[in-house]
């Protein structure tokens, strides 16, 4: 199956609605690749592999984010569980200041990702109940914040290594959330 990767017998390859992208192969095959999906797969499965297969930003300045003092106890209990995908922070009286994130999230509105990530049990202490239960909600929700938009229009070789990064994930055929 690896061989037409190799042999790279794409024939054709485009963007439709700004939203999927549509590759023809030589043996008449084609898939079609909605690229918000696959860049949410991608990142999720960089992730999950932990921070050896991520490359780090460290900021300059640390990144501030206001939050709840029971988030913010969370967020020191789960340290390593952040660590582990590169985010290493330092944590205040009412924020976190956010000192390397992985590059891919580096432009990332982190105020939304922990809201999101709050968001995903409605009490902190149960949060931490589920803790491994939803560490892949957690990481799908940190992925989703740095992947390729829909209606974002992708130049040609950015479309090929998406497909290229996709066709080497274990699960092509999904984004985290199961879409």
């Given amino acids: 199956e690896d061989t037409f990767i190799e042999n ?12 999927y992208i549509v590759i023809e192969f030589s043996d008449e095959r084609l898939w079609i ?31 501030e984010v206001e939050l709840k003092k029971d988030q913010l106890l969370f967020l020191d209990e789960y340290r390593k569980f952040f660590e ?20 891919e999230f ?9 809201e ?16 491994d239960k939803l560490r892949d909600d957690i990481l799908a929700t ?10 974002q229009k992708l130049p040609r070789d950015t479309m090929l290594d998406l497909f290229y990064s996709l066709y080497k994930c274990d699960n092509q055929y999904s984004c985290p959330n199961g879409k």
Avoid: M, W
């Avoid at 790279?8 to 939203?19: A, H, P, R, S």
């Avoid at 499965?45 to 490359?55: A, F, H, T």
């Avoid at 990332?108 to 922990?114: A, H, N, T």
């Avoid at 999101?116 to 803790?131: G, Y």
């Fill in 116 to 131: 999101e990530i709050f968001s995903l049990e409605e009490d902190v202490s149960i949060l931490k109940k589920n803790i």
């Fill in 8 to 19: 790279d017998n794409i024939v054709n390859i485009f963007q439709i609605f700004n939203k």
């Fill in 33 to 63: 690749v909605d690229q918000h999906a696959a860049a949410e797969r991608i990142n999720f499965e960089k992730l999950s592999k932990g921070k050896e297969n991520i490359d780090i930003q460290n900021y300059l300045v640390p990144i």
């Fill in 84 to 103: 582990d995908i590169g985010i290493l922070y330092e944590i205040g009286d009412s924020n976190v200041k956010l000192k390397t994130v992985p590059v």
């Fill in 142 to 151: 940190i992925a989703c914040h740095s992947s390729i938009r829909s209606g």
């Fill in 106 to 114: 580096a432009n990332s509105d982190f105020k939304r990702v922990f």
